[in-house]
């Protein structure tokens, strides 16, 4: 075996980058914004963000890399960094390894994903937006790979919790702060009801010091939706519900964004039992999990980011399936769910136009003044 490093700055980021194992390997490319340029420019630089989520994917991809190579595993990946600019995408779609690539990681954001989908069209090559959570996954690009669900998955997946909880009787109550995100839950929600599917949903307009004595059922169990990422907006309505004389029998549901609340108040979240469904949750109690983060702070002497994580499971689980599975990759990938460090893997592929998505969300809350899991 052969391994191959050839540019790495200040430990911020990537121009061109290659590691190779073994002379039969499929041919893996990675294309992220590591804004190099910038960066080293300017530090403060507008895309410092996105920057850092990219090195930090990379760097966990690279600790995958590591546990590939001592199962043997053979790997081949180049990377590049498109400086979040899509003139610079198109340049390098011209090169011979992009033609030849076998499985593309990235781009991240949605213009480069559609600079992607025009790339590989009529191709057998997949590639994989890996680290946002879209509006809409894009139709009409069957080689289109979602790592995280996206924005209307997350009512789907909010309502069957719902009726795995409630043996069909439940009332469902949404409070809309007419946010994008609410206008992107609710419409989803909408779609849901008029096909039939799930129960009847109320909606009500949060207004501040709103009381909810007058909707909250007596006798049926209360499931009610939040989809706000405004933290004033969230703490003061679960306050308002916590207060109902009514908050028996109760369990609020939120997004991703309320784990990244300054100050969020538990106390009240446990009381009305929030459960918050999330693309990430880690276990820190799990043996792979405690090698990742050893492994991660000896090579980088520091802690492993949600974007570190996502890079080495996406980077194991698709260079290994590649392997196994070549060009049928997605096809054995798909209802066999894989369980990662960070989330399960469940791609499932929406229609012959669609690519594949992950169905599957963690949903948290806590309990004993602690997150846990409340996937069944």
């Known amino acids: 075996m052969r391994k191959v490093l050839t540019l790495f700055l200040f430990g911020l980021a990537i121009f061109s980058n290659s590691i190779v194992f073994g002379q039969e390997s499929p041919r893996m490319v990675m294309l992220m914004p590591f804004c190099s340029k910038q960066i080293l420019a300017n530090p403060n630089h507008s895309d410092a963000q996105l920057s850092n ?83 809409k996954s ?39 702060d007419k946010s994008g995100l609410d206008k992107t839950i609710s419409t989803a929600l909408k779609g849901l009801a008029a096909q039939g599917k799930f129960y009847k949903i109320k909606y009500l307009d949060y207004q501040k010091g709103m009381s909810l004595d007058n909707v909250l059922s007596k006798t049926l169990t209360n499931h009610i939706i939040i989809p706000s990422s405004n933290e004033n907006t969230v703490n003061a309505a679960i306050k308002s519900i916590k207060d109902t004389s009514a908050f028996k029998g109760l369990v609020v549901y939120g997004f991703p964004q309320w784990l990244e609340f300054k100050n969020p108040d538990y106390v009240n979240w446990q009381q009305v039992n929030v459960r918050i469904a999330t693309p990430f949750y880690v276990d820190y109690g799990r043996e792979e999990v405690k ?17 570190a994580f996502k890079g080495y499971d996406q980077f194991l689980f698709f260079a290994s399936r590649l392997q196994l599975d070549g060009k049928k990759i997605m096809t054995k990938a798909e209802g066999n769910p894989q369980k990662m460090l960070h989330t399960v893997f469940n791609f499932k592929k929406q229609d012959d136009k669609s690519g594949y998505k992950n169905t599957y969300l963690n949903m948290v809350g806590i309990r004993n003044f602690s997150f846990q899991h409340f996937n069944k």
């Not at 990946?77 to 340049?91: C, I, Q, W, Y």
């Not at 209307?152 to 469902?172: C, L, T, V």
């Not at 090698?291 to 974007?307: Q, S």
Request: avoid cysteine.
């Open 53 to 135: 989520l990219s090195r930090e994917y990379y760097q966990g991809a690279m600790i995958a890399a590591d546990s590939l190579e001592r199962a043997a595993i053979p790997v081949s990946l180049s990377v590049f960094d498109t400086e979040n600019d899509s003139l610079v995408l198109v340049s390098l779609l011209k090169k011979n390894v992009l033609k030849e690539a076998d499985f593309i990681l990235g781009p991240v954001l949605k213009g480069g994903n559609k600079v992607m989908s025009d790339f590989v069209k009529g191709k057998d090559v997949f590639h994989v937006s890996p680290l946002m959570t879209l509006s």
């Open 138 to 176: 894009p139709i009409n690009d069957p080689n289109f790979i979602s790592a995280n669900p996206d924005l209307p998955f997350y009512a789907k997946y909010i309502m069957q919790f719902i009726r795995a909880e409630s043996n069909d009787s439940a009332q469902i109550i949404v409070v809309s």
């Open 291 to 307: 090698r990742f983060i050893a492994a991660y702070r000896e090579r980088y002497y520091t802690e492993p980011t949600d974007a």
